[in-house]
Each structure stands twice: as structure tokens, then as C-alpha cells.
């Protein structure tokens, strides 16, 4: 059975840093595309970072060059590092396994139950 567990989330100042992770399990994560989401409250879900099965990553506009994407394969573990964090990050992070070919908003893609970051002023 497939299972994400993110954790690393927590409260923090602006400007600060913060590591999350994705433990995978009952799958290899190096066939699967893998994302991180976010939802804040009252705000709709949003796609935040993105890497491919052969490791090419992708960003959303409001995290390029603060955030940082990436896996351990041995580890079967998805990251994302935050760096320069600010109030508007503050939201609950979600981590995604997906066909590469059917997406993260397809059925058949699996979600963890998320880890909360909040960022303070």
C-alpha cells in the first residue's frame, strides 16, 4: 500500500528556513513524478515545486529561487527545502506521487495528509 508521510513543518520568523520531507513507502519514488503542494486557508490548493522521474524540477513563480526541490532515491525521500520564508508561505504542505503522464490532480495519484508551515512577520 502507497504512503507519504511529510513531516519538518513547524512555526517560523520571516526570512528563515525550513526542511520538509516525504517518507514513501509501498512504492519507489524514482518511477514517479513527485510535486509539493500547498493550501492556505481560504485559498485554493497550489502546485509549488515539481521533479520528474529523471530529476528535472520546476517551480511555481512565487517560491522560484527561495525553494528547493529534490530526492534521495535510497532514501525513497522527496524534500523541499525553504529558504527566505515568508508570511504568504505560511499553509498546509502536501506532498504528491503521480504518473508522470496522468498528473498530480488525477485520481490515481497519492497524497500525504500534510505537514503545517507557518511563517510569522
Known amino acids: 500500500q502507497v504512503q507519504l508521510v511529510e513531516s519538518g513543518g513547524g512555526a517560523v520568523q520571516a526570512g528563515g528556513s525550513l526542511r520538509l520531507s516525504c517518507a514513501a513507502s509501498g512504492y519507489t519514488i524514482s518511477t514517479y513524478c513527485m510535486d509539493w503542494f500547498r493550501q492556505a486557508p481560504g485559498k485554493e490548493r497550489e502546485g509549488v515545486a515539481h521533479?520528474?522521474?529523471?530529476?528535472?524540477?520546476s517551480y511555481a513563480d512565487s517560491v522560484k529561487g527561495r525553494f528547493i526541490i529534490s530526492k534521495d532515491n535510497a532514501k525513497n525521500t522527496l524534500y523541499l527545502q525553504m529558504n527566505s520564508l515568508k508570511p504568504d508561505d505560511t499553509a498546509m504542505y502536501y506532498c504528491v506521487a503521480a504518473d508522470c503522464y496522468a498528473g498530480p490532480m488525477d485520481q490515481t495519484a497519492y497524497w500525504g495528509q500534510g505537514t503545517q508551515v507557518t511563517v510569522s512577520s
Open positions: 521533479i520528474d522521474s529523471d530529476g528535472s524540477t
